[in-house]
């Protein structure tokens, strides 16, 4: 019997070859996008104010990875810049003077911040390498260093009950909401004109003699007249019981939301003026946020336990989503794909799906209240 043996073409393997180079890109995509992911660890960060505890949580299979135990009447949470650190809020009413800092890495509680003099913190952000806070107890802000490990900077609103805060990527920009003034503090690092305030002119005869034209307004600077930067600051009116409230993606909006009547306030932050007040209806509202596209804003309510969403665009509601017997704090996911509500009565956070505005399922926690991610690379 004669053997066949069967020899593949030239062009067969050229093709073959094709296939397996396809192949191996798809497997270098996959491993790369892998690795990115393992790279980057993200956690949901979020407080319960019934078990005074800080519970770090998978965001995909809701599992608790830890709870790390936080002092009385915690509030608010963030993350550091490098996802390793958080820092709660101790709020006590106005009175307390303590900023709880916890060890996400090792999942252990650090020694604690002492804000003295100023007292009752609450609202906070991380930016520019620093802790921003509000005050309430003090009617002011004040930014904490984690490198020197002091307070550098704080700035009084002389408004009640200065809430939440907002501050931009180079510090720069700060907004707060003041509950009880019913106003938002705009609070901004400008660079000072050439002359001198009133009353620094220097006396007849003394100084310099001018070169050239007068600074603006006529006024002549002193010898050796540096301009400087110096915080000024914009209180904008808004309904009273105005607290949570966010700034569009594009930094050009920010909206919030006021409990006492339920209307949002939008201020337009490039001109520094109120530019509308929607007649919301979200009576208890607690607190607003804007979806990563801008497309969507957010609002919980306490009283209703609904998730109200808004269209950013045409200001027109689109849908009101029951979550539970009350919504406080609200975190959205990084791809809009999801929202994280605190419901504190029903001792649990609410998952809603974005696409479908439908809940998608819940966290078991006492109380929350403050949400965060922390992301490490």
């Known amino acids: 019997m004669k053997s066949i043996c069967f020899y593949p073409s030239a062009q067969r393997f050229r093709g073959l070859g094709k296939r397996i180079m396809h192949i191996v890109l798809l497997l270098t995509a996959l491993s790369c996008c892998i690795g990115s992911l393992k790279a980057q660890q993200r956690t949901l960060l979020a407080l319960s104010k019934k078990d005074h505890v800080l519970a770090i949580i998978d965001p995909v299979t809701f599992k608790v990875l830890a709870r790390v135990p936080v002092g009385n009447d915690p509030h608010e949470v963030i993350a550091s810049a490098d996802g ?23 999942y252990k509680r650090l020694p604690d911040i002492d804000i003295h003099p100023l007292a009752g913190p609450h609202g906070l952000y991380f930016a520019n390498g620093k802790l ?84 603006s307004g006529g006024m ?67 607190r607003l946020a804007f979806t990563p596209d801008g497309s969507k804003v957010l609002v919980s309510s306490l009283f209703k336990g609904e998730l109200t969403v808004i269209d950013a665009q045409t200001h027109q509601e689109i849908k009101r989503i029951p979550i539970g017997h009350g919504g406080a704090g609200i975190l959205v996911d990084q791809d809009g794909s999801r929202a994280f509500v605190g419901c504190t009565p029903d001792d649990h956070i609410t998952v809603v799906n974005l696409k479908t505005l439908e809940v998608s399922g819940t966290i078991a926690l006492g109380g929350p209240d403050g949400l965060a991610w922390a992301v490490q690379p």
């Open 220 to 286: 002549m600077p002193p010898p050796n007249f540096k301009p400087q930067k110096s915080w000024i600051q914009t209180v904008i009116k808004v309904s009273r019981g105005s607290e949570g409230f966010d700034v569009s993606p594009d930094e050009k909006e920010l909206w919030t939301a006021a409990a006492d009547d339920g209307s949002i306030a939008i201020i337009d932050l490039v001109h520094q003026q109120l530019k509308q007040t929607l007649d919301a209806k979200v009576i208890g509202a607690n």
């Open 84 to 106: 390793k650190t958080a820092y709660v809020s101790i709020t006590g009413g106005g009175r307390s003077t303590e900023i709880d800092v916890i060890d996400l890495v090792a």
């Open 132 to 215: 921003y806070f509000s005050a309430e107890g003090s009617k002011a802000v004040g930014a904490y260093n984690p490198v020197t490990g002091k307070l550098d900077w704080c700035m009084g609103t002389g408004q009640e009950r200065t809430h939440m805060v907002w501050v931009s990527a180079d510090a720069n920009h700060i907004y707060t909401t003041n509950v009880n003034a019913g106003t938002v503090s705009i609070l901004t690092d400008t660079l000072m004109p050439m002359g001198p305030p009133p009353g620094m002119m220097p006396p007849p005869g003394q100084g310099t003699q001018q070169q050239g034209p007068p600074p």
